[in-house]
């Protein structure tokens, strides 16, 4: 069996400092909130490039508090995509504000700049990128957007940590950026767990209140927050991960290059690395009109593989009511052909020859 991702390789990697880091927390007996919690967000933060990181327990709190301490609110519009994971689109409804949907490019599947003024009402409020899959979306022109209409832009990073926009770490070039930090990131822990970064201390401190039950400090609350705290274990696992990434990252890369190379003659649309990015390769995503005979020969091979995503936010059935459909020609024409395959830190060439050896099988009928 080829797993589409191998945590087992990764932790016998690093076994040694994961046990270490763990019994560091258990010895101190402080879980939540302590020493580990702090030097990571100021690790994390200063990796990414910002003066503060704010962890929180998943992604999608992560997104969620970002969405939040930025004062936004019923009636307000957030520009975003719909082809991404569901977090990035409820961390906007569960504000009480409006998803505005524009198409993706069909290179980079990240969101068409082309399209964001075309779609600014009275009402808009922010822009929220995704880095998907690892590839940056082009950040200067959402910049220049936000600049000229006095907009907010939220970065979903949560699979792209590492990843670069013209030598600038994701995460850290508009006004906040959020992180995943779910067990298969390019950086994970062994649970859930998440952080928030930014340059603006008083998002900073007003993110580690909503964290903590709006507490600026114990018992005493300013307003109404959430439970949504990185626990100490987490912190320090991710602490000792932490030092691994930029050469996981590389491996990562390499990986892509030698599916590239393979591939390259072959009926299959390989992901791209635009001149302004440095791709990380969370997901090695391909694209072809014979998806569902792919699927099969890979598991009649015993390679495993997964679509990001079969089904667009505005196809799922929470958000059907705004009315999307048939609106996004890109978004809805990617998502039938787009297949994921494995891709880690660990892979070998040899399970990748055999990878795309299904596909040569196909391409040769």
Not at 62 to 71: D, H, I, Q, T
Not at 143 to 152: Q, S
Request: net charge negative; proline share 4%.
């Amino acid at each position: 069996m080829i797993p589409f991702c191998d945590l087992k390789r990764e932790y016998g990697e690093v076994r040694e400092q994961i046990i270490q880091a763990i019994e560091r927390v258990l010895q101190s007996g402080y879980f939540i909130l302590g020493e580990e919690s702090n030097k990571f967000e100021e690790e994390f933060s200063h990796y990414i490039g910002t003066k503060y990181g704010v962890g929180v327990n998943s992604g999608s709190d992560a997104l969620f508090l970002a969405v939040k301490s930025l004062g936004i609110k019923d009636g307000d519009e957030i520009i975003t995509v719909s082809h991404t994971f569901i977090s990035t689109v409820d961390s906007i409804v569960r504000n009480g504000a409006t998803p505005v949907f524009i198409d993706i490019d069909p290179e980079t599947y990240t969101i068409d700049v082309t399209q964001i003024e075309n779609s600014l009402s009275n009402r808009t409020k922010a822009i929220l990128p995704v880095h998907l899959y690892g590839h940056p979306a082009d950040m200067k022109p959402i910049m220049e957007i936000a600049d000229k209409y006095d907009l907010k832009v939220i970065e979903d990073a949560c699979q792209a940590h590492g990843a670069e926009y013209n030598g600038r770490k994701v995460g850290g070039i508009g006004d906040i950026g959020c992180f995943s930090f779910y067990p298969v990131k390019n950086l994970g822990g062994y649970g859930d767990g998440g952080m928030i970064v930014t340059d603006n201390v008083e998002l900073a401190e007003n993110l580690r209140m909503l964290r903590n039950y709006g507490q600026p400090k114990k018992y005493y609350h300013d307003f109404i927050g959430v439970n949504s705290r990185l626990d100490e274990i987490q912190a320090a696992v991710l602490r000792a991960k932490l030092k691994y990434l930029d050469e996981w990252n590389e491996k990562r890369r390499k990986a892509a290059k030698k599916y590239d190379e393979l591939l390259d003659n072959l009926d299959v649309i390989i992901p791209v690395e635009k001149i302004y990015a440095k791709h990380v390769y969370h997901l090695y995503v391909v694209r072809c009109n014979y998806r569902d005979s792919l699927i099969k020969s890979m598991e009649e091979n015993d390679v495993q593989t997964l679509i990001h995503y079969p089904i667009p936010i505005h196809m799922q059935k929470p958000y059907l009511y705004l009315g999307y459909q048939n609106k996004l020609p890109v978004t809805e024409q990617i998502f039938k052909e787009i297949i994921s395959l494995p891709m880690h830190p660990f892979i070998s060439d040899d399970e990748i020859e055999k990878i795309v050896e299904c596909i040569e099988i196909l391409n040769e009928k």
